[in-house]
């Protein structure tokens, strides 16, 4: 059975920068969980990071918090644990949640604490897809759930 890596916060656990979750509701996931298919972290919380913890923006390869304090080396490491974890338990697949600095997998948002979203992958969410560790988001989550039924039906 093939394991996914999910964001901490998508299961309703408060890890974020302002103490909360951020839920993602979808029936698959309760599915996922109970056939025990889930690993779950938050790499911020793995990097050591506090909460709540200030908000923090990717800004060229450094990644600095709303007071400019470069909080980069939290980033990196928890990236590596997640990093461990999958590789530990063979995992090949992450849903991680979008625009995070650490999780985002598509786009994060720009350095400027302005709100404007680029292009872009987490700091956790690259350093996965470096390690051919396939990421997803909530916005391709029917993806992932398309790509997880084809394997099964054909190891079945
Ligand atoms: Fe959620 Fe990832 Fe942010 Fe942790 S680092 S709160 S798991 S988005």
């Excluded at 990717?58 to 990644?63: C, L």
């Excluded at 600095?101 to 996965?128: E, H």
């Amino acid at each position: 059975m093939q394991k996914i890596l999910i964001s901490s916060c998508f299961l309703g656990n408060k890890v974020r920068y302002d103490g909360q979750a951020k839920s993602l509701l979808h029936p698959q996931l309760q599915t996922w969980q109970q056939q025990g298919r889930l690993v779950v972290i938050c790499p911020e919380v793995a990097g050591d990071l506090p909460v709540p913890r200030p908000r923090a923006e990717q800004s060229g390869d450094k990644v600095i918090d709303e007071f400019g304090n470069d909080v980069t080396r939290a980033f990196t490491q928890g990236a590596a644990k997640a990093l461990a974890l999958c590789q530990q338990q063979g995992i090949r697949l992450a849903l991680l949640k979008e625009y995070s600095p650490s999780c985002g997998a598509n786009m994060i948002y720009d350095g400027t604490f302005s709100g404007t979203r680029i292009a872009g992958m987490g700091v956790t969410a690259k350093l996965l897809s470096e390690h051919k560790i396939q990421v997803f988001s909530e916005q391709t989550l029917e993806q992932l759930i398309n790509l997880i039924n084809l394997q099964e039906k054909q190891t079945s």
